[in-house]
């Protein structure tokens, strides 16, 4: 079974522009979390998405947003990008359910560099 | 505050040898936990999982993990460590609770040496 993909793999923005990121979680899974990771920090969270509504956000500006499709993909938008937004951007996805949205996988990954 | 921290940033050990990475968390219930590992330039994948019961869990590769209340800590461990166990290791909570984001610590770097 495929797992988590995310494209692009890495990209490289100009401060000021906008990017988005797109995320199609594993077969059967309903619920797309997205995490920020910095270098040499653990990741986090930006949104968690669950049946196309919006579940949770973390302490994000609201540069930042995301949507989930019909089909459970997701996109994350960032707009105004700053130089910290450098990041590698995971996805994750998981089943729904109170332990079910806990246990989440997670995709490879974009690497955005924004100059 | 909730928090959870992994006291070592980086530790250094001989193929074969064993390995423990310590994980201690903060939250006022007992979290569900997790342990991810991330090889370089990759995502992360998921080792092991705990919810509840038995405190002793195993995970893929080896590895185990034990949650101990007393301590509040969740040490993964492995008895023979193999080369391609060099990586980032990252300990994550989710409060029991209706906010369903993970928290991670900062990461263990492990390297193995020859």
């Known amino acids: 079974d495929a797992g988590v993909t995310q494209s692009p793999t890495h990209l490289i923005k100009t401060r000021g522009q906008h990017v988005t990121l797109r995320c199609s979680p594993i077969?059967?899974?309903?619920?797309v979390s997205w995490y920020q990771q910095v270098l040499g920090q653990g990741p986090q969270f930006i949104f968690q998405?669950?049946?196309?509504?919006?579940?949770g956000r973390g302490n994000f500006p609201d540069r930042f947003s995301a949507r989930q499709f019909p089909n459970y993909s997701s996109e994350l938008n960032v707009n105004a990008l700053l130089l910290g937004d450098s990041a590698l951007y995971l996805c994750?996805?998981?089943?729904?359910?109170?332990?079910?949205?806990?246990?989440?996988?997670f995709g490879p990954g974009t690497r955005l560099t924004v100059t | 505050a909730q928090s959870v921290t992994q006291p070592d940033i980086h530790i250094t050990v001989s193929e074969g040898a064993s390995l423990e990475l310590r994980c201690n968390y903060s939250?006022?219930?007992?979290?569900?936990l997790f342990w991810y590992v991330q090889s370089p330039g990759q995502g992360l994948q998921l080792l092991l999982k705990?919810?509840?019961?038995?405190?002793l869990v195993q995970g893929i590769k080896g590895f185990e993990a034990e949650f101990k209340r007393s301590q509040s800590s969740f040490n993964l461990r492995k008895p023979s460590v193999h080369w391609s166990d060099a990586a980032e290791y990252f300990c994550?909570?989710?409060?029991?609770?209706?906010?369903?984001?993970?928290?991670f610590g900062a990461g263990t770097t492990v390297t193995v040496r020859a």
């Open positions: 994750a996805s998981s089943l729904a359910g109170r332990q079910g949205f806990y246990e989440q996988y």
């Open positions: 077969s059967g899974h309903k619920s």
């Open positions: 998405y669950y049946e196309k509504e919006e579940r």
């Open positions: 939250y006022g219930a007992t979290p569900y």
């Open positions: 705990y919810f509840s019961g038995d405190t």
């Open positions: 994550a909570v989710g409060p029991r609770s209706n906010d369903y984001k993970l928290s």
